[in-house]
């Protein structure tokens, strides 16, 4: 599925929120952009609590499937 801009999104679980509980939600489902560079660097671009798009370590998350009526729910508001 792809963002407003384009951009191909997938999702996430944060499953480690240390450090950064201001940003970041343990067990919160997020919209991830697709970014292999991030990737390749061990990062993750991740759409936060303030509605951006940050860099985080990939190890904080782990990528889930979610129904196409979840995805579109999630985009709706972004």
Known sequence: MADKNGKESCYVVCIDAS????????HKIYSAVRDE?????????VIDESGESY????????????????????TADV
């Open 37 to 45: 560079e991030a990737l390749a660097s061990g990062e993750l671009r």
């Open 19 to 26: 450090g950064l509980e201001a940003s970041l939600e343990k």
């Open 55 to 74: 860099l985080y370590s990939a190890e904080r998350f782990v990528f889930i499937d979610v129904p196409v009526e979840v995805g579109k729910s999630m």
